[in-house]
């Protein structure tokens, strides 16, 4: 029996990845949980196992096709069930001498039957012959009649069909507007859909006439794209491929960005500090395999911060227009990698010291760098940090990774000039960034949130007695 061995999700958010790599051969004997592709996409560079032990009967994909969840990756033969295939044929080849005897004796009993099956045959055939003729000579009777008949249904037919024309005809030049439920009306509208385009079958426009009719048309306008000027006119130029996880995250990017209406929210942290805390506890964190950084102390402060306001630590639901509040809290970690930007998961946050958040994030980004991360290491994020301050910047604006509704992009700390206790004095300033989905969030709760997240960098043991 064969075993179809397929796609599953590399990455929460990821349906399709292209095939780095394909690791085994057509004839070769795997075991289950044994790589068979290697894949990327926007979020991972994973290796899928094998679901299955078996024989490799057929590969169904190759290097640099994309592929989606649930597609075929190859079939397998069961270990089993080749072994039962050959023990079945020695014992056929066994019983191969009687069957063929018993086959004989059958074969001359039927032809005996057979003699007698024409014989009785060849009467039926007559009576059917003799009936045929009769019923012939009835139709000649009554055909005259059903040409008159047919002729008349025809006319009939002819004019239901031109009084159709000429009722969708009326239809379409008076541009009533369709039928449709004060939600369905709601619905279009929130995603950007023109609801006098939509045809239907039924009496009244539905909400999965409107999804369908959205999802078509997302699907036609991600197809279109700008013609490009012939640039080597003005000078030289060079055309480079994308990466396959540079070709995903444009097409993910670009999906996030049509769908989620963004808002964007500024502020600044005085963080001098946090940044003595860090220095004093470098070496016990490097002692633990880690290191200390502002985005170990930040996941610690978010994952306080989304127990606080639960709707940031959601997903939106649009077609059912519900939110889905979520009780664990697992925070994406932004990595810069050769391939592309990677976001593995730090899974129940809200519950580890930040010593271990500063072991795991580092153990994490150089998976994530040496391309070992697996799947379930991209999966389940419910809220992401994105720190650009290492390389610098003053702020920018991360666009929120679906499902999640936020994301925090901090950017390089300055040293400034600023009043304490009205005295004037040299501090370290942070500047944070939130991007959030505005179906889900409004713009107070959006500065709330952020404002708790600046204050809490600058009197951590406040926020934590707050919370």
Same mark, same amino acid.
Request: aromatic share 4%; proline share 3%; net charge negative.
């Given at each position: 029996?064969a075993?179809?061995?397929k796609?599953?999700?590399?990455?929460e958010?990821?349906?399709?990845?292209t095939?780095?790599?394909v690791?085994?051969?057509e004839?070769d004997?795997?075991?289950?949980?044994?790589?068979l592709i290697?894949?990327?996409?926007d979020k991972t560079?994973?290796e899928?196992p094998?679901?299955?032990?078996?024989?490799v009967?057929? =590969?169904?994909?190759?290097?640099?096709?994309?592929?989606?969840?649930?597609?075929?990756?190859?079939?397998?033969?069961?270990?089993?069930?080749?072994?039962?295939?050959?023990?079945? +044929?020695?014992?056929?080849s066994?019983?191969k001498s009687?069957?063929?005897?018993?086959?004989?004796?059958?074969?001359?009993k039927?032809?005996?039957?057979?003699? /007698?099956?024409?014989?009785?045959?060849?009467?039926?055939?007559k009576?059917?012959?003799?009936?045929?003729?009769?019923?012939?000579?009835?139709?000649?009777?009554?055909g005259e009649?059903k040409?008159?008949?047919g002729?008349?249904?025809g @006319?009939?037919?002819?004019?239901?069909?031109?009084?159709k024309?000429?009722?969708?005809?009326?239809?379409? %030049?008076?541009k009533?507007?369709?039928?449709?439920?004060?939600?369905?009306?709601?619905?279009?509208?929130?995603l950007?859909?023109?609801?006098n385009?939509?045809?239907?079958?039924?009496?009244? =426009?539905s909400?999965?006439?409107v999804?369908a009719?959205?999802?078509e048309?997302?699907?036609?306008?991600?197809e279109?794209? /700008?013609t490009?000027p012939? !640039?080597?006119?003005?000078?030289?130029?060079?055309?480079? +491929?994308?990466?396959?996880i540079?070709? @995903? /995250? @444009?097409?993910n990017v670009?999906?996030a960005?049509?769908?989620?209406? *963004?808002?964007?929210? !500024?502020?600044e942290?005085?963080?001098?500090?946090i940044q003595k805390?860090?220095?004093? *506890?470098?070496?016990?964190?490097?002692?633990a395999?880690?290191?200390?950084?502002?985005?170990?102390?930040?996941?610690?402060?978010?994952? /306080?911060?989304?127990?606080?306001?639960?709707k940031?630590?959601?997903s939106?639901?649009?077609?059912?227009?519900?939110m889905?509040?979520k009780?664990?809290?697992?925070i994406g970690?932004?990595?810069?990698?050769?391939?592309?930007?990677?976001?593995p998961?730090?899974?129940?946050?809200?519950?580890k010291?930040?010593?271990? =958040?500063?072991?795991?994030?580092?153990?994490?980004?150089?998976k994530?760098?040496?391309g070992e991360?697996?799947?379930?290491?991209?999966?389940?994020?419910?809220?992401?940090?994105?720190n650009?301050?290492?390389?610098g910047g003053? %702020?920018?604006?991360?666009?929120?990774?679906?499902?999640?509704?936020?994301i925090?992009?901090?950017?390089?700390?300055?040293?400034?000039p600023i009043?304490k %206790?009205?005295?004037?004095?040299?501090?370290?300033?942070?500047?944070l960034?939130?991007?959030? +989905? *505005?179906?889900?969030?409004?713009?107070?709760?959006?500065?709330?949130?952020?404002?708790? =997240?600046?204050?809490?960098?600058?009197?951590?043991?406040?926020?934590?007695?707050?919370?």
């Amino acid at each position: 029996m064969a075993i179809e061995v397929k796609i599953p999700q590399v990455a929460e958010g990821v349906e399709s990845a292209t095939v780095a790599e394909v690791l085994v051969s057509e004839g070769d004997k795997i075991e289950k949980d044994q790589s068979l592709i290697s894949v990327e996409s926007d979020k991972t560079s994973v290796e899928i196992p094998s679901s299955a032990s078996g024989t490799v009967e057929e =590969i169904k994909v190759s290097e640099g096709d994309e592929v989606k969840v649930g597609d075929v990756i190859l079939t397998l033969t069961e270990e089993d069930a080749d072994e039962e295939a050959e023990n079945e +044929d020695e014992s056929n080849s066994e019983d191969k001498s009687d069957e063929k005897e018993e086959k004989d004796k059958e074969k001359k009993k039927a032809e005996k039957e057979d003699d /007698t099956e024409e014989v009785e045959d060849e009467t039926e055939k007559k009576e059917q012959e003799e009936s045929e003729i009769s019923e012939e000579k009835e139709s000649e009777e009554t055909g005259e009649d059903k040409v008159e008949k047919g002729k008349e249904e025809g @006319a009939e037919e002819e004019s239901e069909k031109q009084e159709k024309s000429d009722k969708k005809e009326r239809e379409k %030049n008076e541009k009533t507007p369709p039928a449709a439920s004060p939600g369905v009306r709601r619905l279009a509208r929130e995603l950007g859909v023109d609801i006098n385009k939509i045809e239907t079958k039924e009496d009244r =426009i539905s909400k999965e006439d409107v999804k369908a009719y959205a999802k078509e048309d997302k699907t036609s306008s991600s197809e279109t794209s /700008t013609t490009l000027p012939d !640039f080597s006119q003005w000078g030289e130029t060079e055309v480079k +491929d994308f990466s396959s996880i540079r070709s @995903a /995250t @444009a097409k993910n990017v670009s999906k996030a960005w049509k769908e989620i209406p *963004h808002v964007f929210q !500024f502020e600044e942290a005085e963080i001098s500090g946090i940044q003595k805390y860090i220095e004093e *506890h470098q070496e016990k964190a490097e002692d633990a395999g880690g290191k200390l950084t502002i985005t170990a102390i930040l996941v610690k402060i978010c994952a /306080t911060a989304l127990r606080q306001f639960p709707k940031f630590n959601a997903s939106v639901d649009f077609e059912n227009q519900q939110m889905i509040l979520k009780k664990y809290i697992n925070i994406g970690i932004a990595v810069d990698t050769e391939k592309g930007l990677l976001v593995p998961v730090l899974k129940d946050a809200d519950k580890k010291s930040i010593l271990e =958040i500063s072991t795991e994030i580092t153990k994490l980004a150089q998976k994530a760098r040496d391309g070992e991360l697996k799947p379930e290491e991209m999966k389940g994020g419910n809220f992401s940090i994105s720190n650009l301050g290492g390389i610098g910047g003053t %702020n920018f604006t991360p666009i929120v990774l679906p499902p999640q509704v936020a994301i925090l992009g901090v950017s390089r700390a300055q040293k400034r000039p600023i009043y304490k %206790n009205d005295e004037l004095e040299a501090g370290t300033i942070l500047p944070l960034s939130l991007s959030y +989905d *505005h179906r889900q969030i409004d713009g107070a709760e959006g500065i709330r949130f952020l404002k708790w =997240i600046a204050q809490a960098l600058e009197d951590p043991y406040a926020a934590l007695l707050e919370a």
